[in-house]
């Protein structure tokens, strides 16, 4: 916990926070444990003359997340149409499949519908 990179001490703490020495130990093993809300954290940081920075992150950029989304949708798409294309023997072949889906995702992209972020 940043009060001891800072060397304040847990009573430091609940003083400027206005609150018992126990408060912040309970916060710290809230924290620990997983279990700490954002309002606590706010005001821990604050009590330690900082603030509480609360952000999510995509893996990799958000171009790549919206892609990778209307790839699996495109795919999941195409796919079920082809076993029923394929049940009355009409199906593509693979390639033909695959450039179907690159190109439904890029069509999902660039529209953007409602129920895009649905996994069906």
């Known amino acids: 916990m940043l009060r001891k990179a800072l060397g304040m001490s847990g009573s430091e703490v609940a003083a400027r926070m206005g609150v018992s020495r126990n408060a912040?130990?309970?916060a710290e093993r809230n924290e620990r444990d997983g279990a700490i809300t954002i309002h606590q954290m706010q005001k821990l940081a604050e009590a330690m003359g900082g603030r509480f920075v609360y952000a999510v992150i995509p893996d990799g950029s958000v171009g790549?997340?919206?892609h990778a989304q209307a790839q699996r949708?495109?795919?999941?798409l195409i796919r079920r149409a082809?076993?029923?294309m394929a049940l009355e023997k009409q199906s593509l072949p693979s390639a033909q499949t695959r450039r179907r889906i690159d190109e439904l995702a890029a069509e999902l992209v660039r529209d953007?519908?409602?129920d895009f972020w649905e996994v069906k």
Do not use: T, W
């Not at 949708?73 to 999941?76: F, P, S, T």
């Open 24 to 26: 912040v130990y309970q």
């Open 64 to 66: 790549d997340v919206i």
């Open 73 to 76: 949708k495109a795919e999941a």
């Open 82 to 84: 082809s076993a029923h």
């Open 112 to 114: 953007m519908p409602p």
